[in-house]
């Protein structure tokens, strides 16, 4: 029995991990947290796998955690929560409320009272390709309240923060 006759299977197996290896980068992208802006969900060093074919396939929802490239600067990228979907009005009130489509936001992500409500204090209407994003720890984030930042375009969205790589003591699905 020659050699390939022997272990077919092998050949199979590595076939089908250099396919895996090849096309990881269209799927998923390894970054780094840097800074405190979504804390406590994440911390600065985390090291997070973003699903970038969660949005090839879907489109972002309410609370979903986004990688999104900033449009100034290339390659650089920031991680925020999705507040307000594409057509929806978005308005924080000067005691840091958030309110979308006339409705106060429930939700218990913001680890402090909102000190500044930036460009939302008026309320805004989201174009059909556009997202507001906050961070978690509202009061230190750049994020869709600044004029650099403001509402972010579907094309600029990368994926979906999925799953917290490292510490290894947090290791888990993102919520």
Do not use: C, W
């Amino acid at each position: 029995m020659s050699e390939n006759r022997k272990y077919p299977g092998g050949f199979l197996l590595l076939s089908a991990v250099l396919a895996v290896l090849l096309a990881a980068p269209f799927f998923v992208k390894v970054t780094t947290v840097r800074g405190d802006s979504m804390l406590p969900t994440l911390e600065d060093a985390d090291r997070l796998l973003i699903n970038k074919l969660s949005y090839r396939i879907g489109k972002p929802e309410r609370f979903d955690i986004v990688m999104f490239s900033y449009h100034y600067k290339p390659n650089t990228y920031y991680i925020k929560r999705v507040i307000a979907l594409p057509g929806e009005t978005v308005r924080i009130s000067a005691d840091g409320v958030i309110y979308v489509n006339g409705n106060a936001l429930v939700e218990h992500y913001g680890n402090a009272p909102m000190q500044e409500n930036g460009l939302a204090a008026n309320e805004m209407t989201l174009a059909e390709d556009e997202y507001f994003v906050l961070g978690d720890n509202r009061n230190v984030s750049l994020d869709s309240r600044e004029p650099d930042v403001g509402n972010i375009k579907e094309r600029d969205i990368v994926g979906k923060a999925s799953v917290r790589l490292f510490p290894f003591t947090r290791f888990g699905v993102i919520k």
